[in-house]
């Protein structure tokens, strides 16, 4: 059904391992993390296409373009060029050394078909990978979110503070090129127009477990609930599992689901004007103190990320696509994370 390349020819193989040798950064990534299964996760969106004329691409080369367009943050358009240039890419996707690179509208086509579900359930599938070599334990969880600036000049937006719009003061210009967009604060001091993406992180590994997007202008606590549900987690009457968040997400609400659905330790850092006695108890501890020292851990996650990787600004319009590209990060820290925590 799929395009097949023969990367097995005596010449290429002598080539590729001149040219990426087993120290390589994806030679370790190829070694650590198994793609495959993209092919028959995304097999429901292809159906009656190649039956006639061209086959497409096959979903799992197509979804290691876009990898290393995040690994290297590398933009789709640039991706077709690097790809022809570089060897080790066509190492990495399986192409022959003559082999032509698709082109950036067939990533976007790709993007477009795949949809979300199928990138949330391909990074789902990779942190089962990481489990089931053993890295992720139930000590202990992070929650924790970043501001993410939208693809928009922010000098053509208009926000008129003083309008009584009904919005609560999330006035956005109808003229926005992405109007799922909002304005928000990550602090009183620092505004951005863009989304929020939460995660949360194994406390050991730094494995990043689960992911949403929200506009910039939703609170934290809100997402709470939706982000546990997707970690898919359980204690099986261990040791209670902590989970340590920032104070934005201090709700009465949130420790009582972390305790009730989840049977596990709230550690949600509180705010100072909170007046609920077992709280205060739970501040003075040292168990407290000691947990709250590991939010660091989360921090390094987005700095990892924004440096390196490109989170720090949405590379297409719309929630959606955002929420693509942040299932693609993420998936690019695991696999480094996978590696290094593996010794590979």
Known sequence: MFKQSNQNSFFGHYLYDQIVPA???????????DFSFVNELCLSAYKNLGASGNR???????????FLSFLYDISAREME?????RLSFKWFLNLAVNDSAPDHSTLTCFVERVGVD??????????G?????GLVHERLKIIDSTAIRAKVDLNRITRNQNKDDGTGGNY????????????????????FYGYKQHIVIDGDSEIIEAVKVTAGNVN???????????????????????????????????????????RSKSFIMVKKNRKVPKLIKLMKSAIYKKTTRERHKVERRFADGKVNHGLGRCRWLGQWKMEIQSYLTASVLNCKRMMVLTGI
């Open 172 to 191: 956005i210009d109808k003229n926005s090129p992405d109007p799922d967009a909002h304005f928000g604060h990550k602090s009183d001091a620092k505004q």
């Open 81 to 85: 060029e690097q790809i022809n240039d």
């Open 220 to 262: 934290d606590d809100k997402v709470v609930a939706p982000l546990l549900s997707k970690t898919k987690l359980s204690t099986n009457g261990r040791k209670q599992t902590k989970i340590l968040a920032d104070k934005g997400y201090d709700t009465n609400y949130n420790h009582q689901l972390i305790k009730d659905q989840y």
């Open 56 to 66: 497409p691409y096959e979903p799992a080369m197509l979804f290691k373009i876009l």
């Open 23 to 33: 120290n390589h950064l994806l030679r370790k990534i190829n070694e650590t993390v």
């Open 118 to 127: 199928r990138f949330e359930e391909i990074f789902n599938q990779l942190v």
């Open 129 to 133: 990978q990481a489990k089931a070599k």
